[in-house]
């Protein structure tokens, strides 16, 4: 789990094609990485990845077509600069909201509009996530943790203050770039809550079952 609060940002090293997944180094000399293990989680622009192998100042994490098919990895490539966040602790201070890692489509920016002091930008959605995504909710945009701040068609507008630009790759977007999209979990379970099957099972309980246990006064 995460909570959209990026710690640092790395660059991609290097992109191996194996064939069956991509094996990804990125370079990470502020992350601090003592308390870094085999196994442990990474969000990489947003991408829950595990980490296969590490040093110092690096990382490596193996990503699967699936990944690539689903996300942003489709463009990524040597030298892009990638916002990252290690998997939080139970002690953490919770700063953001809950992040799982997993991507649910790809945005694109559609425009980025100046506003002195902060920046306006216009995100297009993918369709089948447009319904998740509303007015003052959360919306994570490439592993940070962002609130909505207007829906309007088929995009939303976020204001992003200044050092939200210098503390992620947020800074870099232009017209164009194609962004990794996790919907707010919560709006997932309540459209579950709301929309789903209830499973259909028949009771053994009856009323007499409930007069003979004492559950019901006798006249």
Known sequence: MFTGIIEAVGTIASLQNSGSDIRLKIDCPTLDMHDVALGDSIATNGVCLTVVEFGTNHYCADVSQET??????????????????????????????????????????????????????????????????????????????????????????LWLIPHTLEKTIIGQYTAGTKVNLEVDVIARYLERLMTGKKTEQKSDISMAFLAENGYLNRK
């Open 68 to 157: 690539i098919k689903y996300t942003g990895f489709a463009n990524y490539h040597e030298g892009m600069s990638v916002n990252l966040e290690k998997a939080m602790l139970p002690t953490s201070r919770f700063g953001g909201h809950i992040v799982s890692g997993h991507v649910d489509g790809v945005g694109e920016i559609s425009r980025i509009i100046d506003q002195q002091k902060y920046i306006e930008v216009w995100v297009k959605m993918p369709d089948d996530i447009a319904h998740y995504i509303a007015h003052k909710g959360s919306i994570t945009v490439d592993g940070v943790s962002l609130t909505v701040n207007e829906v309007k068609g088929d995009e939303f507008m």
